[in-house]
């Protein structure tokens, strides 16, 4: 669930007020003896956030920042909370786009996590990407990726590539 606090991220070009949302996300690892034998507090969590989104649309740039408080370890995928912290944590969040053209546009993003689990340390997100919509029905997005150490294995980086289309 999101909701719109503040401001308008299109109509507001004129201020510098940028658009303030909130939200709760809630997440389930369908893994529930994987989760535990990491020592992962639980197998359910809840995320919350504010979020500021500024679009300046003469400069083609989209920015945003955001605070998630979260328990969740790598993303979730190891489950909520752990033998070193079951506590909520706000953790830092930001991205930027800009519009190279009205059908390209490029940009990164980048993520902080909270190290609840003692065997292993966690690392920041990041990734860098391309996207292309040649129509309002599809969309081809490439990026590079590196989620960090992930339990035991090292360097979890890769490509990714995602197309949509939509009639």
Known sequence: MKVRVLGDAVLDQDTWIPQIAAGIQ????????????????????????????????????????????????????????????????????????????KSVAVGAEYRMKPNNLGFAREQDAYDAFVAWAPNKHVSLTLAYVSLGDIATIKNQRGIYASLQAGF
């Not at 990491?38 to 083609?60: C, E, H, M, P, R």
Request: glycine share 10%.
């Open 26 to 101: 809630f997440k389930h690892n369908e893994q529930g003896d994987i989760v535990k034998a990491v020592d992962a507090a639980s197998n359910s969590g809840t995320d919350f956030y504010i979020s500021a989104t500024k679009l300046l649309l003469a400069q083609s740039l989209l920015l945003n920042g955001t605070l998630r408080f979260t328990k969740a370890n790598q993303f979730g995928l190891l489950g909520f909370g752990g033998d070193k912290s079951n506590s909520y944590k706000p953790e830092f969040e930001s991205s930027v786009a800009y519009l190279l053209s």
